[in-house]
């Protein structure tokens, strides 16, 4: 074990050389114009798996982007992990609050600046490189490993699902181990044994069949922007509480146990003003911060489009408008019903004047794990001793559809072992990782390797 830890102090500042080249490829999986991108930056990552030393490295075709996939099966009789992640990120948008153009990384302030840093390609990179360190040292490790990292992660994993479902014998394991998720504050080594789920709507509203002028046609003809404002006001009430009829019907409430989990943690508000620079935090009342961002389901726009958006001033009336709406899920809310309710309910608010689709683009089911699980039990061990502090247990507010597929398909725990931070800017602008947590994380991996081979 020494020298594995050696080896990956040693070459800490390489490891950190080759995750910028990860970092480079502009792997959006959104977008079409990316697809060379996203193809190439699964060659990066079998190479690295290849050079890392694992065994039968495989990029797998599917009708969206590649997965790639490579084991080693070299310890009969000691337990099979398997590790997840994905190699695609986010669109950039708005590009003009970047600091640095965000596909070049910058090193400042012991962390790394770009796109994809934390969100998923440093996370990921931690276990492409703790196996490098064991297989490069000793030759072997102390259990059996598979990866599998896909490229569509960001746009719902939905290739993935069918693989999940077409090949359990070629991933079958004893523990999915997932670093994509936060650590509860900076230098806390954390454990999170929930996720809430997601359903990811979009609304379009038609007026008039054409784009008008406002000052000729309005007050006469409805505005489309004007009247989707109307509908997502009224998806919420002055409480935070979701107007959506039987939208709460399935949710299981917070146990006195997890909510006195909460109150351990000793979560600070103003720390959270003071961070992104607002005045006064909202949400559903009864609850306290974090438990609304972790604990409870939630409904938020994420995007409005209509009319003229342009500098300068265009007096229309437009034919149509969209928006983009999230609600995280916890247990046991079900997408597709939330979707449902949703979708008649936002059809129920709409005038006659005006025309509404919805589409349902993309969900996943909340989950929670047992904190009793070996895997579990382990990886708490393992980050305990990389960051040389006691393990706390949160719930994380953001979701990975995927885990709960890993967890049915596979029968197996699913071990989420994160290393970001909320602050670290995933899917907004100037997105960073801290190094430090980048060589921890690589110990944590040995370490919990270690752990669950016994």
Same mark, same amino acid.
């Given at each position: ?105 910058? !090193?400042?302030?012991? %962390? ?11 996370? &990921? ?18 259990? &059996? ?19 999940? %479902? ?9 523990? @999915? ?12 080594? *954390? ?33 489309? !922007? ?43 508000? %103003? ?6 620079? @607002? ?24 995007? !409005? @489009? ?30 597709? *019903? ?7 309910? @936002? ?75 909320? *602050? ?5 602008? &100037? ?24």
């Amino acid at each position: 074990m020494e020298q594995v830890v050696k080896y990956i102090k040693d070459n800490r500042e390489r490891y950190i050389e080759e995750l910028k080249d990860y970092i480079r490829i502009p792997s959006i999986s959104t977008l079409k114009s990316n697809i060379p991108d996203i193809k190439k930056c699964s060659k990066f990552v079998a190479d690295n798996l290849k050079n890392a030393g694992m065994k039968k490295v495989k990029i797998i075709p599917t009708a969206g982007h590649p997965l790639v996939y490579a084991e080693w099966m070299g310890a009969p009789g000691k337990p099979t992990v398997l590790v997840y992640g994905h190699y695609d990120v986010q669109p950039v948008d708005p590009v003009e609050l970047w600091k640095n153009p965000p596909f070049e990384p910058v !090193i400042k302030s012991g %962390k790394i600046w770009a796109r994809g840093a934390d969100d998923n390609k440093g996370q &990921n990179f931690i276990h492409i490189k703790s196996v490098e360190a064991y297989l490069k040292t000793t030759g072997k490790l102390p259990l &059996n490993v598979k990866f599998l990292i896909e490229g569509e992660e960001e746009i719902g994993s939905e290739n993935l699902e069918l693989f999940l %479902k077409k090949n359990k014998k070629l991933l079958k394991c004893d523990s @999915v181990l997932i670093s994509d998720t936060s650590m509860y504050a900076p230098g806390i080594p *954390t454990i999170n044994y929930g996720l809430r789920g997601l359903c990811y709507m979009e609304i379009e509203v038609t007026g008039p069949d054409r784009d008008l002028h406002s000052g000729s046609f309005g007050g006469g003809i409805a505005n489309p !922007i004007n009247e989707l404002a109307k509908i997502i006001s009224k998806l919420q009430n002055s409480d935070g509480k979701i107007t959506i009829p039987g939208f709460y019907k399935d949710v299981i409430k917070l146990s006195p146990i997890e909510r006195a989990n909460y109150k351990k943690l000793k979560y600070s508000d %103003k720390a959270l003003m003071k961070e992104f620079n @607002v005045k006064e935090l909202q949400g559903e009342k009864g609850y306290t911060t974090l438990e609304r961002m972790s604990g409870r389901p939630t409904l938020d726009c994420n995007g !409005i @489009v209509g009319g003229f958006i342009e500098e300068g001033a265009k007096t229309v009336l437009p034919s149509k408008a969209s928006a983009k709406i999230s609600m995280r899920l916890v247990p046991d809310q079900d997408p597709k *019903t939330i979707s449902k309710l949703f979708t008649k309910y @936002v059809k129920s608010l709409a005038p006659k004047s005006i025309k509404v689709e919805i589409k349902d683009l993309h969900g996943g089911f909340p989950i929670v794990m047992s904190l009793d699980d070996k895997a579990i039990t382990a990886a708490s061990k393992a980050v305990s001793k990389a960051f040389g502090k006691k393990t706390v247990f949160t719930r994380e507010g953001g979701s990975i559809p995927i885990v709960v597929d890993f967890a049915k398909q596979l029968n197996a725990p699913v071990v989420l072992m994160g290393f970001g931070l909320e *602050t670290d800017n995933i899917h907004s602008p &100037n997105e960073h990782f801290n190094l430090k947590n980048f060589e921890l994380g690589m110990l944590s991996s040995v370490y919990f390797f270690e752990e669950f081979s016994k």
